[in-house]
T-cell receptor, first 110, second 111 residues
Framework: KAGVTQTPRYLIKTRGQQVTLSCSPI?????VSWYQQTPGQGLQFLFE???????NKGNFPGRFSGRQFSNSRSEMNVSTLELGDSALYLC?????????FGPGTRLTVL | KQEVTQIPAALSVPEGENLVLNCSFT??????LQWFRQDPGKGLTSLLL?????REQTSGRLNASLDKSSGRSTLYIAASQPGDSATYLC??????????FGDGTTLTVKP
C-alpha cells in the first residue's frame, strides 16, 4: 500500500508570494492533518480535515488555509508569505488512531 | 492548553546499551499518546501508540509505557544499535484529533 505522498518536496518562494502544497493520503484514509515544523517552534498543528470538512484548527493566522477534496487529497495554501513561514510542512493521514506521515515539503521563503 | 516536554533533548550512548526516553504532558485528559521517530530532513515514522486505557505497548526492542495520572510516558529501547540514531518525538492526542508534540530527543548510538 502506498504511503502518504506530498508534492512538491522542495519549494523556494519570495516574501509576499503565495504557495499551495499538496498531500495525498494513504488509500482509504479520510483524515488528513497538516503540521509546520521549525527548529525554533518544533512541530505545530495547523489543521485537520475529515471528509472535506475542517475538523480542528491550530493557532495560526488566517494566511494559512486548507481544503480537502472528495478523494481525500488535501491542499494547504499560505498567502502573503513571510520569512518566518520557512519550514518543513508535514501532512499525516489516519484511518483510526495512528497517524502516518508523509516526507514533507521543505518551503524556503527568501 | 496541553504542553509536552521531552527530556533529555539529546542523548549519546554506546551501541548495545538499554536506554529510556521521557515524555511528560500537562493535561492528563488525553485520548492516546504516540511515539515517532524522525530521521534528518524526513517525515515521521510511527513507532508505538498507547491508548489512554493502556499501560504499555511493545514492538520488538521498543516498549512504551503510559501513566496518565502523573502525565508521563517513557520509551524504552533495548540493546541500542547505530541504526536507532534519530530524533524521537512523542505526541499527546485528544479524541478530537488534535495532537501536541514535544520537541523531541535526539539519540546518537555510537558503534
Amino acid at each position: 500500500k502506498a504511503g502518504v505522498t506530498q508534492t512538491p518536496r522542495y519549494l523556494i518562494k519570495t516574501r509576499g508570494q503565495q504557495v499551495t502544497l499538496s498531500c495525498s493520503p494513504i488509500s482509504g484514509h479520510r483524515s488528513v492533518s497538516w503540521y509546520q515544523q521549525t527548529p525554533g517552534q518544533g512541530l505545530q498543528f495547523l489543521f485537520e480535515y475529515f471528509s472535506e470538512t475542517q475538523r480542528n484548527k491550530g493557532n495560526f493566522p488566517g494566511r494559512f488555509s486548507g481544503r480537502q477534496f472528495s478523494n481525500s487529497r488535501s491542499e494547504m495554501n499560505v498567502s502573503t508569505l513571510e520569512l518566518g513561514d520557512s519550514a518543513l510542512y508535514l501532512c499525516a493521514s489516519r484511518l483510526t488512531d495512528t497517524q502516518y506521515f508523509g516526507p514533507g515539503t521543505r518551503l524556503t521563503v527568501l | 492548553k496541553q504542553e509536552v516536554t521531552q527530556i533529555p533533548a539529546a542523548l549519546s550512548v554506546p551501541e548495545g546499551e538499554n536506554l529510556v526516553l521521557n515524555c511528560s504532558f500537562t493535561d492528563s485528559a488525553i485520548y492516546n499518546l504516540q511515539w515517532f521517530r524522525q530521521d534528518p530532513g524526513k517525515g515521521l515514522t510511527s513507532l508505538l501508540l498507547i491508548q489512554s486505557s493502556q499501560r504499555e505497548q511493545t514492538s520488538g526492542r521498543l516498549n512504551a509505557s503510559l501513566d496518565k495520572s502523573s502525565g508521563r510516558s517513557t520509551l524504552y529501547i533495548a540493546a541500542s544499535q547505530p541504526g536507532d540514531s534519530a530524533t524521537y518525538l512523542c505526541a499527546a492526542n485528544t479524541n478530537a484529533g488534535k495532537s501536541t508534540f514535544g520537541d523531541g530527543t535526539t539519540l546518537t548510538v555510537k558503534p
